[in-house]
């Protein structure tokens, strides 16, 4: 059985989480689910079915606990880390409609952030799940700098933009080329820059 991310998203968070309202679900994802009985809608709230939980591999009290013990084993897009990240490093909510909404659903899905009207904000487990991430993906890339000189470069670029980001406070303003910018605005473009160079590297 095929399934897009966005679903197999919103179905590991209904194995994780349990029920989710129903409006917190991404509806084409959510249809396609119920229609192959994976999912089911009773009232307000969305479940996994038996069927949907035995589609990853556990029921639900097995895929909770691999979840609550591995919390960086779902993989993030390269869009919904960004998001997430941003969100972690803020001090206040943000705008819920300057950030794309399939990211949004996504993070939310996964217990990663939550929408209070027009704001969208990190949840309490979310810079616990960015750690576990960074940790994996340290070690993915720890692997592949071995393969090109670009994923080297790419390594040692992503190393600084995180020791940069642990010493530097949130919301910092620095001055480049004499214009004031947001520190975390530049970490995110070396972060971009990174990953294109380990992209190219992998081609």
Do not use: F, I
Not at 18 to 41: H, N
Not at 76 to 105: F, I, K
Not at 167 to 196: I, K, M, N, Q
């Amino acid at each position: 059985m095929s399934l897009s991310s966005n679903q197999l998203d919103l179905l590991r968070a209904l194995a994780t989480r349990g029920p989710l309202p129903r409006e917190e679900a991404d509806g084409r994802s959510l249809r396609a689910l119920v229609s192959r009985g994976l999912a089911q809608v009773t009232g307000s709230s969305v479940r996994a079915t038996p069927a949907g939980e035995a589609a990853l591999g556990g029921g639900g009290g097995e895929a909770r606990n691999r979840a609550a013990a591995d919390p960086g084993r779902a993989r993030l897009s390269e869009a919904q880390e960004d998001v997430l990240r941003s969100m972690v490093r803020q001090t206040a909510p943000l705008l819920a409609d300057h950030v794309d909404g399939r990211v949004l659903r996504a993070l939310v899905g996964r217990g990663l952030a939550r929408v209070d009207g027009d704001w969208a904000s990190a949840t309490d487990s979310a810079a616990a799940h960015l750690r576990a991430w960074d940790r994996a993906e340290r070690k993915l890339r720890h692997r592949r700098a071995a393969t090109s000189p670009e994923a080297v470069r790419a390594e040692v670029v992503l190393r600084a933009v995180e020791q940069l980001e642990a010493a530097t406070p949130p919301e910092s303003v620095v001055l480049l080329a004499g214009h004031p910018a947001y520190a975390d605005d530049l970490l995110a473009g070396l972060r971009r820059y990174a990953r294109a160079l380990g992209r190219r590297g992998q081609e």
